[in-house]
């Protein structure tokens, strides 16, 4: 069974930074491409970023180019976004998610169905 737990949101002010961990169990993580999804209140769920079975490709939404980093420990089976330079609008909680196929994903705007998404950590960005 799949199980996404992320971990390591909380409160910063804005130009502050947090590390979101999550730690994936029940497949083979190394065959799969990764996803961070976030959904701020009242708002639909936003890809953020996205990143190959291998680590060596990534993708962000233009918001986040330059400030968040996503990156994977295929040994440790989990993935992490770092946040820097932290603004109010991202402001959501933070969902990690996995490929529905293993070896296949998208270069762009995209998320998997939510039976492959973890149960979120929040994240408030607010002086």
């Known amino acids: 069974q799949v199980q996404l737990v992320e971990s390591g949101g909380g409160l910063v002010q804005p130009g502050g930074s947090l590390r979101l961990s999550c730690a994936a169990s029940?497949?083979?993580?190394?065959?799969?491409?990764m996803y961070w999804i976030r959904q701020a209140p009242g708002k639909g769920p936003e890809w953020v970023s996205t990143?190959?079975?291998?680590?060596?490709?990534?993708y962000y939404t233009d918001s986040v180019k330059g400030r968040f980093t996503i990156s994977r420990d295929n040994a440790g089976n989990t993935l992490y976004l770092q946040m820097n330079s932290l603004k109010p609008e991202d402001t959501a909680l933070y969902y990690c998610?996995?490929?529905?196929?293993?070896?296949?994903?998208?270069?762009?705007?995209?998320?998997?169905?939510?039976?492959?998404w973890g149960q979120g950590t929040p994240v408030t960005v607010s002086s």
């Open positions: 998610a996995r490929g529905e196929i293993p070896g296949a994903g998208h270069n762009g705007p995209y998320y998997p169905r939510r039976d492959y």
């Open positions: 029940g497949f083979t993580f190394s065959d799969y491409w």
């Open positions: 990143i190959h079975f291998g680590g060596n490709v990534r």
